[in-house]
Antibody, heavy 119, light 108 residues
Framework: QVHLQQWGAGLLKPSETLSLTCAVY????????WSWIRQSPGKGLEWIGE???????NYNPSLKSRVTISVDTSKNQFSLKLSSVTAADTAVYYC?????????????WGQGTTVTVSS | SYELTQPPSVSVSPGQTARITCSAD??????AYWYQQKPGQAPVLVIY???ERPSGIPERFSGSSSGTTVTLTISGVQAEDEADYYC???????????FGGGTKLTVL
């Protein structure tokens, strides 16, 4: 069973770049899409983007200009970078895995990282 | 942009059946997924491929699809089912995922 452990800076200033990493334990890196999702305080879920083991990416069109998702298969990790953050990017950020066996439903989630953007 | 519309809230008494709808704004509609989220916790996948249930999810959770609308049904609702529920699908080209706005299920 796949397990995800995520980490990254929790406090940023406006205009800085958010950087989070998610490590994958207990499963193959192939056959999955690896996603990032966020949730602003008191709000719903927002999908940010995803990547597969070969580096193919899909991004939310509303964030695409600021988002980069990358994968390091040697470390079984994938990462999120979000540039030029503002207070609107304050949220809990989750990594998640979507497996082909569940038609790419996101069945395993990281513990979440709270990111606050404040001057 | 592709949107999924859910009712903000649904209330039921214990033992009753809760139905939460999710309407897409266009066809074709790719597969839909449902997630349960309790306060302070990460979401949990409860339905995939419109109506399939992952291992470990109780049988009282079921999903269905008709036209541009998918429905999550919880039969014999229990107090522990009180949570926010989100539908998720993808745009017609399958290139990006979309979440509905979420539905707060209250068990009276």
């Amino acid at each position: 069973q796949v397990h995800l452990q995520q980490w990254g800076a929790g406090l940023l200033k406006p205009s800085e770049t958010l950087s989070l990493t998610c490590a994958v334990y207990g499963g193959s890196f192939s056959g999955y899409y690896w996603s990032w999702i966020r949730q602003s305080p008191g709000k719903g879920l927002e999908w940010i983007g995803e990547i597969n083991h070969s580096g193919s990416t899909n991004y939310n069109p509303s964030l695409k200009s600021r988002v980069t998702i990358s994968v390091d298969t040697s470390k079984n990790q994938f990462s999120l970078k979000l540039s030029s953050v503002t207070a609107a990017d304050t949220a809990v950020y989750y990594c998640a895995s979507a497996t082909v066996s569940l038609y790419y439903g996101m069945d395993v989630w990281g513990q979440g990282t709270t990111v606050t953007v404040s001057s | 942009s592709y949107e999924l519309t859910q009712p903000p809230s649904v209330s039921v008494s214990p033992g009753q059946t809760a139905r939460i709808t999710c309407s897409a704004d266009a066809l074709p509609k790719p597969y839909a997924y449902w997630y349960q989220q309790k306060p302070g916790q990460a979401p949990v996948l409860v339905i995939y491929k419109d109506s399939e249930r992952p291992s470990g999810i109780p049988e009282r959770f079921s999903g269905s699809s008709s036209g541009t609308t998918v429905t999550l049904t919880i039969s014999g609702v229990q107090a522990e089912d009180e949570a926010d529920y989100y539908c998720q699908s993808a745009d017609s080209s399958g290139t990006y995922r979309v979440f509905g706005g979420g539905t707060k299920l209250t068990v009276l």
